[in-house]
């Protein structure tokens, strides 16, 4: 089959009238927000096609959900669940919100290992609950050293663990997630997992679900296909418990799985059952994307640092090395009309670095990496004109104290 990536043009992209394509004017690449420039898969347009013309736009059925996601997790990842230990929610997002709800406080901590994915810090902090940071090592894996001191200090109520990891792409091992677990039961800290980019782990690592393992009893995992298959508009999730928290699953609200939507459900459900080849496709042509930047970064920009990503479309950009202050993107936006996510709003680890989308064409993508690289020009000549510019003036003050 043919790369999804290559199959539309720029012009036709900006025909879209999503956030990404209407944040900025029309001469910015749009690399920052989390959509992919894919046509849908056939499959899923006709589920959603075949609904319209049914009418079938009601309300969402959690089982329907609940099959295809369990039976797409059996293929994939040799793991699936009960039914029952599940629950629809309107996304990955809100479905932690109503997790932490049921294994939270008011004021109760929740640790996060940043630099880590900007919705962590605003929803936990507008629920009420104090979020609280153990950063990665410099190689993006969890310091268990520091999440050890963390949960000691701060007796957290909570650990919301991104897996994969957004936005360094790291995909934690068996090993590292046995470890988490042991450390909550020791520290009775609840662990709940974002696994939303699970669909998108490439071949040189493997995504291990974290209630697969013996440790994850009391454990929640949110997942959903909206990043796999680029269905972030069309929403549907699932809050699945481990065996020792489904009775606190079932105290959830059952109003909360009416913000999913019905047409959302169906979309997913068709790209769970009836698109993995595409899936299969995409994560070829994205696997060209990850080693392409690493190509053009070393061509263009060879100073800044980017670790391949084992999963995920994004690229963790550390832009320190060119001297571009703490913020690179507003840089790379101003002087190179090239839009990325500034490192900072992912917390501690984020300062001088950028998060960059390579889920694009390879000639939008090289051309992003070229205006990148005269952006910095630009900033270097500005730079060397403004000191030029300040020692002439140093020189006739001087003169001029003379």
């Not at 999503?18 to 898969?41: F, G, H, I, N």
């Not at 230990?85 to 109760?108: N, Q, R, T």
């Not at 019905?262 to 299969?280: K, N």
Request: charged share 25%.
């Amino acid at each position: 089959m043919a790369n999804p990536l290559q199959a539309l043009r720029l012009e036709e992209l900006r025909e879209r009238t999503s956030t990404k394509w209407r944040r900025y004017p029309a001469d910015v690449l749009p690399l920052w927000v989390a959509e992919m420039d894919v046509p849908l898969a056939e499959p899923l347009v006709d589920a959603v096609t075949d609904a319209m013309r049914r009418g079938d736009t009601g309300y969402a059925d959690h089982a329907t959900y609940a099959e295809a996601m369990a039976a797409f997790a059996a293929n994939r990842w040799g793991w699936t669940f009960d039914l029952a230990d599940s629950a629809l929610v309107p996304d990955v997002m809100l479905g932690i919100v109503e997790v932490l709800k049921l294994v939270s406080s008011g004021g109760d901590a929740v640790v996060v290992n940043s630099p880590v994915y900007t919705p962590f810090y605003q929803f936990v902090g507008n629920l009420g609950r104090r979020v609280v940071e153990s950063p990665l090592t410099p190689g993006h894996r969890i310091d268990f050293k520091d999440l050890e001191a963390t949960f000691a200090r701060e007796r957290p109520a909570a650990y919301l663990l991104c897996s994969p990891h957004n936005p360094t792409g790291t995909v934690h091992t068996r090993e590292e997630l046995e470890a988490v677990g042991r450390l909550a039961g020791e520290y009775d800290v609840r662990v709940v997992v974002d696994e939303i980019h699970a669909p998108l782990v490439y071949p040189d690592a493997i995504h291990v679900p974290y209630l697969s393992l013996p440790t994850s009893q009391d454990a929640f995992a949110l997942l959903s296909a909206s990043k796999g298959w680029n269905l972030a508009g069309l929403k549907a999730a699932l809050a699945v418990a481990g065996e020792a928290a489904t009775t606190e699953l079932r105290a959830m609200p059952e109003e909360v799985s009416h913000g999913a939507s019905h047409v959302g459900v169906i979309a997913h459900r068709a790209a769970l059952l009836s698109c993995a080849g595409w899936l299969d496709d995409l994560l070829a042509g994205l696997d060209e994307n990850r080693h392409l930047l690493a190509s053009l970064l070393e061509e263009y920009l060879p100073e800044v640092g980017y670790r391949l990503p084992e999963a995920t479309y994004l690229a963790w950009l550390d832009c320190r090395p060119i001297g571009l202050e703490d913020d690179p993107a507003e840089v790379f936006l101003q002087r190179g009309q090239v839009a990325v996510v500034p490192g900072p709003s992912f917390g501690t680890g984020g300062t001088g670095h950028v998060r960059l989308n390579l889920a694009t064409s390879r000639e939008v993508l090289e051309e992003a990496v070229r205006r990148m690289a005269s952006a910095v020009s630009r900033d270097e000549e500005q730079s060397q004109a403004a000191a030029g510019l300040a020692g002439r003036s140093r020189g006739v003050r001087m003169r001029r104290g003379r």
